[in-house]
């Protein structure tokens, strides 16, 4: 059975905007991000756990072929996406970020 994605506020500017950055860097490749990231969203959607956990509650799901992650937390009637973070940065950066 799968559960609803949901994306914070936050999150859903940090997919636009990797979204923008890549289309402006090719026409097309920004499409070929959010295809992968669909992929993704849809399996963790039934496969919530499958990711491990990155700190406290919010898990890391790696994604291939691009340098980001999506972070989400596991909730009983759905998957709440935290942030999609570009993992390049320093992880101190990341960790301020997911804390808030």
Known sequence: ??????????????????????????????????????????????????????VDAVRRQIIQRFPYGIFYEVHPTRIMITAIVDLRQDEERILKRLRG
């Not at 500017?13 to 990231?37: C, H, K, P, S, W």
Request: net charge negative; proline share 6%; no cysteine.
């Open 1 to 54: 059975m799968s559960r609803p994605v949901e994306f914070l506020f936050g999150a859903d500017t940090d997919l636009q905007e990797i979204f923008n950055r890549f289309e402006d860097y090719r026409e097309g490749f920004g499409a070929e991000f959010m295809a992968v990231v669909d992929a993704y969203l849809a399996r963790l959607s039934v496969y919530p756990e499958s990711a491990p956990i990155y």
